[in-house]
């Protein structure tokens, strides 16, 4: 019965490393203003933000994310997460383990000119060394990982990630970093809804 008559969710996202009281409050508050934005019934339809995953960028070994990435590999090969939002460093990661979109065939040509003061960026070439270096004999460790907001130090720059650190409901979600972003998953679900989440965050 609960399964039958649940909300269908209309948006589906993660907030990695955003597990505390305080984020819950200001997640609640985020998807209320944006369900009230867009005159969205509750009733019939559900945006849902999850805040329990922690992924540390620093995590060489890949022990501490182990969990994590299970999931979030099963959830984009799914197509059941739209995006992933946190901090830049660990969304950077995440860009070069190939979970997001690259935004140039998401977006069309005014949509594009719209989000690019935005775009956050991964190097191709940088990740084709990566995704090569046991091939090659290369530690993957010692490879330099470009500075995302800095597509001028990159051979070939991707925009992968929108830049949200000046948005204030992000802020009261992440206390804890002033570098925020999110990435849009591969086999994003709801794209006319991610869309219209976007506009809502860059224009708050």
């Given at each position: 019965y609960q399964k039958v008559t649940a909300p269908e969710v209309i948006l589906n996202g993660v907030l990695i490393n955003a597990h505390n009281i305080e984020a819950?409050?200001?997640?609640?508050?985020?998807?209320?203003?944006?369900?009230?934005?867009?005159?969205?019934?509750?009733k019939e339809y559900e945006v849902t933000l999850n805040t329990s995953m922690h992924y540390s960028a620093d995590?060489?070994?890949?022990?501490a994310n182990y969990e994590s990435?299970?999931?979030?590999?099963?959830?984009?090969?799914?197509?059941?997460?739209?995006?992933?939002?946190?901090?830049?460093?660990?969304?950077?990661?995440?860009?070069?383990n190939g979970y997001f979109l690259d935004l140039r065939e998401f977006l069309n040509k005014d949509e594009l000119k719209k989000y690019e003061p935005y775009f956050l960026y991964m190097d191709a070439a940088v990740s084709n060394t990566l995704d090569n270096s046991l091939e090659n004999d290369v530690d993957s460790a010692t490879v330099k990982i470009p500075d995302c907001t800095d597509p001028n130090s990159m051979k070939e720059p991707i925009p992968v990630m929108i830049d949200l650190s000046k948005n204030a409901k992000f802020g009261e979600i992440y206390t804890n970093s002033d570098a925020l972003a999110v990435g849009l998953a591969q086999?994003?679900?709801?794209?006319?809804?991610?869309?219209?989440?976007l506009d809502f965050l860059i224009e708050e």
């Open positions: 819950d409050t200001a997640r609640n508050e985020l998807i209320a203003d944006f369900s009230k934005m867009l005159e969205i019934d509750t995590d060489t070994s890949g022990t990435v299970q999931a979030l590999m099963a959830w984009t090969a799914a197509g059941t997460v739209d995006f992933i939002g946190g901090d830049h460093a660990s969304l950077t990661k995440l860009a070069y086999n994003a679900p709801n794209k006319e809804m991610l869309l219209e989440f």
